[in-house]
């Protein structure tokens, strides 16, 4: 047995005992990569895990408190207003896309 031979089959066991890849070629294989540990446990991790209440929530479970959104209030009346100048959303059907089929 030559030296070189010698070499790579010390080569090839070395790598099935500590549980590398053998590659000879030098070959990229993306190992590198695999071996690394996730991040995205880690990203999870960081921020705690606390859920936040919303006002619709509590007026869905609890209807008979008659508790009203502001914010949602202000936005309809807005969304009134709008319709009344005529700057409101089209009828379902009378958009956009189907004035360009009638050209």
Request: charge should be positive; glycine fraction near 8%; hydrophobic fraction near 25%.
């Amino acid at each position: 047995m030559s030296t070189a031979s010698k070499i790579t089959t010390l080569n090839k066991l070395s790598c099935a005992i500590f549980g590398n890849i053998y590659n000879p070629n030098g070959l990229r294989t993306g190992n590198k990569i695999l071996r690394e540990r996730l991040v995205g446990p880690t990203i999870n991790s960081y921020y705690p895990n606390v859920k936040q209440i919303k006002l619709r929530e509590i007026t869905r479970m609890v209807p008979e408190m008659n508790l009203i959104d502001q914010s949602e209030k202000v936005r309809l009346e807005d969304l009134s207003e709008k319709k009344k100048r005529g700057k409101g959303p089209p009828k379902k059907g009378q958009g956009r896309r189907s004035t360009l089929k009638k050209k």
